[in-house]
C-alpha cells in the first residue's frame, strides 16, 4: 500500500550528472528523514546522503562532499539527490530510505540499520 520508488539511474560518462529522484506513495515523506544509500558488488550498504524532516539539515559522506547534493520538494513528496563530477567509483545500486527518528541523527543518518521503509534501488554505471 505504501511505497518509495526511486528513478534516474543510468549510464553516465565519468564528469558527467544525474540527478536521483526518491517518490512516495501512500504517505508523506515531510515527516521523515530520508537517506540516499548505495551498494556495489561486494560491498557494504554505505550512506551517500540524508536530509532531516523539519529544518532541512543535510548529511554528506566525505566521498560525495561538493559533488552531490540532497533536496526535497514537499508539493511533490519528492527528495532528489543531484550527482555532479560523477567518478567510475560511484557506480552502484542506489536506495532512498525513511528514518524512524530524528534524535542522534548525525551519528545514526548513514548506518542503515536505523532506516524503516526502503525502494527497490536504481542503478548508477559511471564508466567511458
Known amino acids: 500500500q505504501v511505497q518509495l520508488v526511486e528513478s534516474g539511474g543510468g549510464l553516465v560518462q565519468p564528469g558527467g550528472s544525474l540527478r536521483l529522484s526518491c517518490s512516495a506513495s501512500?504517505?508523506?515523506?515531510?515527516?521523515?528523514?530520508i537517506g540516499w544509500f548505495r551498494q556495489a558488488p561486494g560491498k557494504e550498504r554505505e550512506g551517500v546522503s540524508c536530509?532531516?524532516?523539519?529544518?532541512?539539515?543535510?548529511y554528506y559522506a566525505d566521498s560525495v562532499k561538493g559533488r552531490f547534493t540532497i533536496s526535497r520538494d514537499n508539493a511533490k513528496n519528492t527528495v532528489y539527490l543531484q550527482m555532479n563530477s560523477l567518478k567510475p567509483e560511484d557506480t552502484a545500486v542506489y536506495y532512498c530510505?525513511?528514518?524512524?527518528?530524528?534524535?542522534?541523527?548525525?551519528?545514526?543518518?548513514?548506518?542503515?540499520?536505523?532506516?524503516?521503509?526502503w525502494g527497490q534501488g536504481t542503478q548508477v554505471t559511471v564508466s567511458s
Open positions: 530510505a525513511t528514518h524512524s527518528g530524528a534524535q542522534l541523527l548525525a551519528v545514526r543518518w548513514r548506518h542503515p540499520i536505523y532506516y524503516d521503509q
Open positions: 501512500g504517505f508523506t515523506l515531510d515527516y521523515y528523514a
Open positions: 536530509i532531516s524532516s523539519w529544518d532541512g539539515f543535510t
